[in-house]
């Protein structure tokens, strides 16, 4: 079945630079690509998502980026912020109900 | 939050006892899941719904079950409480559109002694 692996599980990071996050999936069928952000004790909240037709998406800080050939996506953050410290998930989309398989999470830290 | 609800917030019980976790929404979405998340294993899939009465497995639904009789609420069961259920349980919700948006409840946790 569908695998995601997420890497690193820890990044820190200065405020101001830029952190990547990446994540690799095993089923070519995987159609639709999601991050969440979750902050200590909140639910995920959707940050960025990309399809598998497009090869890269940006909304302000925030960009994804999908490779299909060799099934991988990341997530990058610019001019990074205190309120960007949070765990990150990826996932890949897999069915036709569409269950998400998730990776394991990147705690993100931002030092002042 | 897509007007999602979930409910107890959090409980404790002990091994072998029955419990019943509720996900109530209000958006009327037609797709419903449970995850539960664990450190480590981020969100993993237990079982999902696509509709009232049809529900499904996901890939750790051993020693779980769920009903919806309703479109707005989905219940998970655990029959017997192990202290490896033991965790930080989410509902979410999908609709109907062209908008693969999962919404996620605020979560309950979950204490098996």
């Known amino acids: 079945g569908e695998n995601v692996e997420q890497h690193p599980s820890t990044l820190s990071v200065q405020e101001g630079d830029s952190a990547v996050i990446k994540c690799t999936y095993s089923?070519?069928?995987?159609?639709?690509f999601p991050w969440y952000k979750q902050e200590l004790g909140k639910r995920p909240q959707l940050i960025i998502d990309?399809?598998?037709n497009v090869g890269e998406k940006k909304d302000q800080r925030i960009a994804v980026t999908l490779n299909k050939t060799a099934k991988h996506f990341s997530l990058h953050i610019t001019e990074t912020q205190p309120e960007d410290s949070a765990v990150y998930f990826c996932?890949?989309?897999?069915?036709?109900?569409?269950?998400?398989?998730w990776g394991a999470g990147t705690k993100l830290i931002i030092k002042p | 939050d897509a007007g999602i609800t979930q409910s107890p917030r959090h409980k404790v019980t002990e091994t072998g006892t029955p419990v019943t976790l509720r996900c109530h929404q209000t958006?009327?979405?037609?797709?419903m899941y449970w995850y539960r998340q664990d450190p480590g294993h981020g969100l993993r899939l237990i079982h999902y719904?696509?509709?009232?009465?049809?529900?499904d497995k996901g890939e750790v639904s051993d020693g779980y079950s769920v009903s919806r009789s309703k479109t707005e609420d989905f219940l998970l069961t655990l029959e017997s409480a192990t202290s490896s259920q033991t965790s930080v349980y989410f509902c979410?919700?999908?609709?109907?559109?062209?908008?693969?948006?999962?919404?996620f409840g605020p979560g309950t946790r979950l204490t098996v002694l």
């Open positions: 979410a919700t999908k609709g109907l559109a062209d908008n693969n948006e999962q919404f």
């Open positions: 958006e009327n979405h037609r797709y």
């Open positions: 719904s696509y509709g009232v009465k049809d529900t």
């Open positions: 089923d070519s069928a995987s159609n639709y």
């Open positions: 990309i399809r598998s």
């Open positions: 996932a890949a989309q897999k069915g036709s109900n569409y269950q998400l398989i």
